[in-house]
Nanobody, 120 residues
């Protein structure tokens, strides 16, 4: 029900956009967030967006990542600029009815993840 895509390999300082394509009308009213999980680490919140509220970002990506939502296509994008090796992770999109929250357990729907690798 959530399809993440757009990951890849990029050099430090480069840019990449990952996309989340929800299917089903119910997703249009839910908050959509991006989480990421690096090898050996816990899944962490990266950015989130919900209707009627400004986007929210974790501190380490503020000013570099931009989350946006295409209301027509119901897709959510995460534009990532000035990428660093520490951004390397599998990126997951998630949807939930409780708004943008940092805890993965607050989300009801998850995509399969897309790998983002930033080489130094």
């Amino acid at each position: 029900q959530l399809q993440a895509s757009g990951g890849g390999l990029v050099q430090t300082g480069g840019s990449l956009t990952v996309s989340c394509a929800p299917s089903g009308r119910a997703f249009s009213t839910l908050a959509i967030s991006w989480f990421r999980q690096a090898p050996g680490k816990e899944r962490e919140f990266a950015a989130g967006i919900s209707w009627g509220a400004p986007p929210y970002y974790r501190d380490s990506v503020k000013g570099r990542f931009t989350i946006s939502r295409d209301s027509g296509k119901k897709m959510v994008f995460l534009q990532m600029n000035s990428l660093k090796p520490e951004d390397t992770a599998v990126y997951y999109c998630a949807a939930g009815a409780r708004g943008v929250l940092n805890d993965p357990s607050d989300y009801d729907y998850w995509g399969q993840g897309t790998q983002v690798t930033v080489s130094s």
